[in-house]
């Protein structure tokens, strides 16, 4: 019949050349997600870091699907990209500590990351340490003089002050730092020796 149309028949949705439609791998996929994320915690300490790695290999899986090769099922295909993400993990991983290590030493040689202990500053007492201990902090000062001279323990200080006994110990960390400090700036190359036989008066 003139002017009549043929049906038009629907074509499925392509295929990669594995003959694998991308929606059945990600339904597979997404159905084995248990095993998947067993398989990264038995390697993976961090629960966190373990899920992000499982997120990202599934981001690769679906980018780069037509890697699958035909003999490969999907399953084995997606349990080698996550070893690759394991490499490239731990690779990662050993250079952040190469990092932390280089810098840890850096500030080693150069002692900036010296903090005096009480017994370095018991050593150091001299009248000079009186004379800066009213300049610093007054919650400095406090923590220095109960602590560091009066042998107190530090639970009980941080129970009067009414702050965690955590939140002392990193008071205390930066008063004696601070404290360090004005000495080395008060009375220059003495104090970096324990003060002993004081000439700064």
Same mark, same amino acid.
């Given at each position: 019949?003139?002017?009549?149309?043929?049906?038009?028949?629907?074509?499925?949705? +392509?295929?990669?050349?594995?003959?694998?439609?991308?929606?059945?791998?990600?339904?597979?996929?997404?159905?084995?997600?248990?095993?998947?994320?067993?398989?990264? %915690? %038995?390697?993976?300490?961090?629960?966190?870091?373990?899920?992000?790695?499982?997120?990202?290999?599934?981001?690769?899986?679906?980018?780069?699907?037509?890697?699958?090769?035909?003999?490969?099922?999907?399953?084995?295909?997606?349990?080698?990209?996550?070893?690759?993400?394991?490499?490239?993990?731990?690779?990662?991983?050993?250079?952040?500590?190469? %990092?932390?290590?280089?810098?840890?030493?850096?500030?080693?040689?150069?002692?900036?990351?010296?903090?005096?202990? +009480?017994?370095?500053?018991?050593?150091?007492?001299?009248?000079?340490?009186? %004379?800066?201990?009213?300049?610093?902090?007054?919650?400095? /000062?406090?923590?220095?003089?109960?602590?560091?001279?009066?042998?107190?323990?530090?639970?009980?200080?941080?129970?009067?002050?009414?702050?965690?006994?955590?939140?002392?110990?990193?008071?205390?960390? @930066?008063? @004696?730092?601070?404290?360090?400090?004005?000495?080395?700036? /008060?009375?220059?190359?003495?104090?970096?020796?324990?003060?002993?036989?004081?000439?700064?008066?």
């Amino acid at each position: 019949m003139i002017g009549a149309t043929k049906p038009v028949r629907r074509k499925d949705p +392509p295929a990669d050349e594995t003959g694998l439609l991308l929606d059945d791998l990600i339904a597979t996929l997404v159905k084995e997600r248990h095993s998947f994320q067993a398989f990264l %915690r %038995r390697r993976v300490s961090d629960e966190a870091a373990a899920e992000d790695l499982l997120q990202q290999a599934f981001v690769k899986a679906v980018q780069h699907h037509r890697t699958l090769r035909r003999q490969e099922t999907a399953l084995a295909w997606f349990y080698r990209v996550l070893r690759h993400a394991l490499i490239d993990y731990y690779r990662a991983e050993a250079a952040d500590t190469r %990092r932390r290590e280089d810098f840890g030493r850096d500030l080693r040689l150069t002692e900036v990351d010296h903090v005096p202990s +009480p017994d370095e500053l018991r050593a150091a007492v001299c009248s000079c340490m009186e %004379r800066l201990l009213p300049r610093l902090n007054p919650g400095y /000062a406090e923590l220095l003089r109960r602590i560091d001279l009066g042998n107190e323990p530090i639970q009980s200080v941080a129970s009067k002050l009414g702050i965690t006994a955590n939140n002392a110990t990193v008071r205390l960390h @930066r008063a @004696r730092k601070a404290l360090k400090t004005s000495l080395e700036q /008060a009375c220059g190359v003495c104090s970096k020796h324990g003060c002993l036989n004081c000439t700064c008066e």
